[in-house]
Every structure is written in structure tokens, then in C-alpha cells.
């Protein structure tokens, strides 16, 4: 009875917390109705309706468009500076551009709109794990065309034509990054 009660307590908690528990590879679509990828994490089919990168403005002021995308895969991945996975995820992240940044970028979103300290935790965010990758806190122009992440980290892959072929929930595992490495060297 004990232990019922306390699986009924933590399910519950889990479906609260923003913050991604154990979904690690799980398949996430937005509430606009995203094309999502299926829970193996290959890509997903893109069609014509598929979402679009948004222009957007990097934590240092520049204006990212998407044209400057153009031509390489780009991984866009939702944080929070309170989430324990995301804190886990940055450096990976990190690293995948740091060493595919010719064929790929990766941009990170503060989804802590709203919160008057938001730019200060996500300038410590950039100094805490050296990001020399774009950080934006435009999280809402990116949740009008991604929608609403089922939680954090969540992590989206465009191809370098700009589509979606790849969206996940959860803190992503050594192999995924891989993954997206060895797709965005192949011609």
C-alpha cells in the first residue's frame, strides 16, 4: 500500500515539473502541431507545413536571421539555468558545435520568458559552460513556430534546408549527439 502510494505521489510530481525526468529519446511535438520524429530518434518526414527557424536575436545583440542558417544543420535546443538535465546537456551541446561548427550550429533558448532576472541566468548560463554558440531569449518567437516543449531539455534538429527532421524531450544520451554529428557531416 506504502509503495503504491508513493509510485502515485512521484507519477504525479513528475507531470508537474517542467523539467524533463526520465524521457530521455522520447518524441515530442509542440502544441502547433509539429512534425515530430518517432521515439528512435530518426528524422521525421518532412512536409511543406513543417515549422521554419525563426530570425532571431542573440543574448549579445546580434540579429540571427534565417538565411545565416541556411546551409547547415541547426540544433535548436530549450533550456532552463534551474534544470538539472539541462545543466547535464550544455556541455554536450557545446561540444557538438565546437567540433562540427563547419557543417552545423546549435542555438540554445531560455525558456524563462517572463522572469525579470531571465538575461543575467542566461548570461551566467554562456560563462558557467563556455557556449561560444548563439543563446537567445527569444523563446516566444521560437515557441510560435515549434509550439510548447512538453518539457526540458527539448531539443529540435533542422536540415540545411531548414526543415525539421528531428525533434526530442528529454536529455538527450552520448549516441543521439552522434547521431546528429555524423547526419550534418554526410554530403
Not at 552545423?104 to 538575461?119: F, K, R
Not at 515549434?146 to 526543415?163: E, H, N, S
Request: hydrophobic content about 45%.
Amino acid at each position: 500500500m506504502m509503495r503504491t502510494a508513493l509510485a502515485g505521489l512521484a507519477a504525479g510530481l513528475l507531470a508537474v515539473v517542467p523539467c524533463a525526468a526520465s524521457a530521455a529519446g522520447a518524441a515530442v511535438a509542440g502544441s502547433s502541431g509539429a512534425a515530430s520524429a518517432p521515439s528512435t530518434g530518426h528524422a521525421a518526414a518532412a512536409s511543406s507545413s513543417a515549422p521554419r527557424l525563426p530570425g532571431f536575436r542573440a543574448l549579445d545583440g546580434k540579429a540571427i536571421s534565417p538565411a545565416r542558417l541556411a546551409g547547415k544543420t541547426t540544433v535548436v535546443a530549450f533550456f532552463s539555468s534551474t534544470c538539472p538535465f539541462c545543466m547535464n546537456e550544455a556541455p554536450k551541446l557545446q561540444k557538438l558545435y565546437s567540433d562540427n561548427r563547419q557543417v552545423l550550429s546549435v542555438v540554445s533558448v531560455n525558456i524563462e520568458a517572463g522572469d525579470p532576472a531571465q538575461a543575467a541566468k542566461a548570461a551566467a548560463w554562456v560563462r558557467k559552460y563556455g557556449l561560444t554558440h548563439p543563446v537567445t531569449l527569444d523563446y516566444r518567437a521560437f515557441e510560435a513556430v515549434l509550439g510548447t516543449p512538453k518539457g526540458i531539455p527539448a531539443l529540435y534538429v533542422f536540415d540545411r534546408d531548414g526543415r525539421l527532421v528531428r525533434s526530442e524531450i528529454g536529455e538527450m544520451l552520448d549516441e543521439d549527439f552522434d547521431d546528429i554529428a555524423r547526419d550534418a557531416r554526410k554530403p
